[in-house]
Nanobody, 123 residues
Framework: QVQLVESGGGSVQTGGSLRLSCEASGSVSRYYCLGWFRQPPGKEREEVALQNTAGTFTYYSGSVEGRFTISQDSAKNTVHLQMNNLKPEDTAKYYC????????????????WGQGTLVTVSS
């Protein structure tokens, strides 16, 4: 059974940085798309950053563009999310997800999810 395991969450102050990692139990090449999503307290889950495994498509939500960077390490079957200049509104549980379906790379289409890691940004 394919698993995604996130790590790297924690508590930081405004302006700080965190790097989230998501390790897949198998090769990331088996997926079409990998992505990071978040669910703030009391709100719905939302897209943060997505990238197809070919590296030809990358998406960032407007609220994180320029501050967050998604990257893949295929040798380690890992996808990272580098988060810089963090703001209190970035506080959320962050999830890694993957799509095994061709050309599907969005929240609704991800079919494998990790358990999430909590990020708290204090002012």
């Amino acid at each position: 059974q394919v698993q995604l395991v996130e790590s790297g969450g924690g508590s930081v102050q405004t302006g700080g940085s965190l790097r989230l990692s998501c390790e897949a139990s198998g090769s990331v090449s088996r997926y079409y798309c990998l992505g990071w999503f978040r669910q703030p307290p009391g709100k719905e889950r939302e897209e943060v950053a997505l990238q197809n495994t070919a590296g030809t498509f990358t998406y960032y939500s407007g609220s994180v563009e320029g501050r967050f960077t998604i990257s893949q390490d295929s040798a380690k079957n890992t996808v990272h999310l580098q988060m810089n200049n963090l703001k209190p509104e970035d506080t959320a549980k962050y999830y890694c997800a993957a799509s095994t379906r061709l050309r599907i790379c969005n929240l609704a289409g991800m079919d494998i999810w990790g358990q999430g890691t909590l990020v708290t940004v204090s002012s």
